[in-house]
């Protein structure tokens, strides 16, 4: 069925990276657009980037420009996020998303079941 | 990029209907389509369950109902029902591969 999976959460140290990834099945992921968002503990949820189907553009968070990265590789239906100097602020669940164009507007319509961050010393 | 404002909560009992609102800063989210809704049951990923504003994904009640209105788009649910308790997000979907913005978020509380 379709579905996306993600991998790469755990602790790290404020100012380290870490590169999350998300499998997608039972869908070709070189034919949408897909997207990270995160939820905070207790918060609500944030969204964090979006790539293209082919990789060519990209947009950003302003909270997260210049310190995460959003790729992608269609041969092995994977996106990633690729993050840099972590606060503890990033602590989160990352959820990763298919961005699905509707004809006049997109939406997340298949989501992750979440991978959790947590940036402690 | 456009702020994004709902209710903190809101609660009805089984059977009634309740609106949850999203006032966005700028005209983009009550007259352009670019609203989608989504559930989020605790512990649960995020689910898509109105987007373009007003329409419905397959498998997703009728019971769910979205409009726009000025800078406001709105959730209806009506009849109630005790599994529709859980928070509730609005997003604003700036276009193709751009930004987007959630609200808040409304927890719905089931009396």
């Known amino acids: 069925q379709v579905q996306l999976v993600e991998s790469g959460g755990g602790v790290v140290q404020p100012g380290r990276s870490l590169r999350l990834s998300c499998a997608a099945s039972?869908?070709?992921?070189?034919?949408?657009?897909m997207d990270w968002v995160r939820q905070a503990p207790g918060g609500g949820l944030e969204w964090l980037a979006v790539?293209?189907?082919?990789?060519?553009?990209?947009?950003?968070a302003d909270s997260v420009k210049g310190r995460f990265t959003i790729s992608r590789d269609n041969a092995k239906d994977t996106f990633y996020l690729h993050m840099n100097d972590l606060r503890a602020e990033d602590t989160a669940i990352y959820y990763c998303?298919?961005?699905?164009?509707f004809g006049q507007g997109d939406a997340f319509d298949i989501w992750g079941q979440g991978t959790r961050v947590t940036v402690s010393s | 990029q456009s702020a994004l404002t709902q209710p903190a909560s809101v609660s009805g009992s089984p059977g009634q209907s309740i609106t949850i609102s999203c006032t966005g800063t700028?005209?983009?989210?009550?007259?352009?389509?670019?609203v989608s809704w989504y559930q989020q049951h605790p512990g649960k990923a995020p689910k898509l369950i109105i987007y373009?504003?007003?329409k419905r994904p397959s498998g997703v009640s009728n019971r769910f109902s979205g409009s726009e209105s000025g800078n406001t788009a709105s959730l209806t649910i009506s009849g109630l029902q005790a599994e529709d308790e859980a928070d509730y997000y609005c997003?604003?979907?700036?276009?193709?591969?751009?930004?987007?913005?959630f609200g808040g978020g409304t927890t719905l509380t089931v009396l």
């Open positions: 998303t298919r961005d699905l164009w």
């Open positions: 039972g869908f070709t992921l070189g034919s949408y657009a």
């Open positions: 790539i293209s189907d082919d990789g060519s553009h990209e947009y950003y």
């Open positions: 700028s005209s983009a989210v009550g007259n352009h389509n670019l």
């Open positions: 373009e504003g007003s």
């Open positions: 997003c604003l979907n700036a276009g193709r591969i751009t930004f987007a913005v």
